[in-house]
T-cell receptor
């Protein structure tokens, strides 16, 4: 089955700096790669996603890149703000089987 | 309606109790999922239903019994749980075999005493 690895497990940045989180996946049949933000006690919220036929997608301060050959994808957050502090999960989907990375706890210091 | 609704939001149950978690969506999604999430861990897939049929069971113990009575409803029946089963249980739905509209419910926080 699919195995998703995520790094780093914790990330601390200064407000205004950029943050990058990286994930790798094992199943070349996976074709959809979402990123979720989860605040304490709440459900995971989709923040951006990318499909396997696209290399890059951007939404305001958030961007995701996908390298299918290397089987890795990354989340980029620019101009970070304290409210970006949360746990971020990457995931990979093949048919109806969604697998998550272990998560990255992002802290943005004011 | 673009929501996945889960009830109850919180549940405390004893190890000899029988309880059920409910999940409902009216987005026309034909795939529905149960996940278990422990503190500081990612969601772990438990079950997947596709067109009301169980398609994935991730070797979940039989004390968890899923049921999909129709295309809008998904239940998780709980019996003889252990304290280590305490977790956030998340339901999700999507179009079948496609990620479109993959949506999580707000979860049921279960405590087994």
């Amino acid at each position: 089955g699919e195995n998703v690895e995520q790094h780093p497990s914790t990330l601390s940045v200064q407000e205004g700096d950029s943050a990058v989180i990286k994930c790798t996946y094992s199943d070349s049949a996976s074709n959809y790669f979402p990123w979720y933000k989860q605040e304490l006690g709440k459900r995971p919220q989709l923040i951006i996603d990318i499909r396997s036929n696209v290399g890059e997608k951007k939404d305001q301060r958030i961007a995701v890149t996908l390298n299918k050959t290397a089987k890795h994808f990354s989340l980029h957050i620019t101009e970070t703000q304290p409210e970006d502090s949360a746990v971020y999960f990457c995931a990979a989907l093949n048919n109806n089987d969604m697998r998550f990375g272990a998560g990255t706890r992002l802290t943005v210091k004011p | 309606d673009t929501e996945v609704t889960q009830t109850p939001k919180h549940l405390v149950m004893g190890m000899t109790n029988k309880k059920s978690l409910k999940c409902e969506q009216h987005m026309g999604h034909r795939a529905m999922y149960w996940y278990k999430q422990k503190a500081k861990k990612p969601p772990e897939l438990m079950f997947v239903y596709s067109y009301e049929k169980l398609s994935i069971n991730e070797s979940v113990p039989s004390r968890f019994s899923p049921e999909c009575p129709n295309s809008s409803l998904l239940n998780l029946h709980l019996h003889a749980l252990q304290p280590e089963d305490s977790a956030l249980y998340l339901c999700a739905s999507s179009q079948d075999r496609a990620p479109y509209g993959y949506t999580f419910g707000s979860g049921t926080r279960l405590t087994v005493v």
